[in-house]
Structure formats: C-alpha cells, structure tokens
C-alpha cells in the first residue's frame, strides 16, 4: 500500500507582495517505479493548471463562497497511486486529515 503525502508549507494570498516562487505545496509518494518522490509546487505552478471552482455554505463561512484551484487528481498525477492507497494531508499547523 502506498501512502501518498501532501502537505502546505507555505500560505499565499494571491496578489500579495510576497515572492510567488516560494513552494506554496510540497507532495512526497511513489513514481511508476516505486521510487520515493518528492514534487514542490509553487503558485505559479498551481496557477498554470487548468482551475476548477467551486462555491459552498458550511459551518467555517457564513455565506456561499467560491473556491478555486486545480483538482487534486490533477496535481498528484505524477505519482503512481491505486484507488487502495491512503493519502494524507497535511496542514501548515501539522493538522492531518
């Protein structure tokens, strides 16, 4: 089973006037070839992807709010993963989910 790793190192706010090359997603796991691989991604990087939004009401906000950002099948493709492995996400406060 492969565990696959993502975890926030780093908070932007888009527009901000800190530097946008920072690594804003770190995410470690498995290539094809079983090897342990570790992939930075900057905003930038996450920018670039095609976007997805979404907009939802729940108990953190007090009206609808829109989201978005790539999928994250699309930037954990790298990674070779199997509907059976776990995968674990990290906050930037080390919160797992």
């Known amino acids: 089973m492969n565990f ?26 498995m290539d094809a070839s079983g090897a342990e691989t570790v992939i930075e991604k900057d905003i930038d990087d996450l920018k ?9 009401i729940n108990e953190f906000v007090e009206m609808p709010t829109s989201f978005s950002g790539p999928l994250l099948r699309d930037v954990i493709a790298p ?3 199997s509907e059976s492995d776990t995968l674990v996400l990290t906050a930037i406060n080390q919160y797992p989910v």
């Open 79 to 81: 990674l070779a993963f």
């Open 48 to 56: 670039a992807m095609e976007q997805t939004s979404y907009s939802t």
């Open 4 to 29: 696959l790793k993502l975890a926030v190192v780093s908070i932007f706010v888009f527009g901000a006037s800190q530097a946008l090359a920072e690594t804003a997603l770190t995410i470690t796991g």
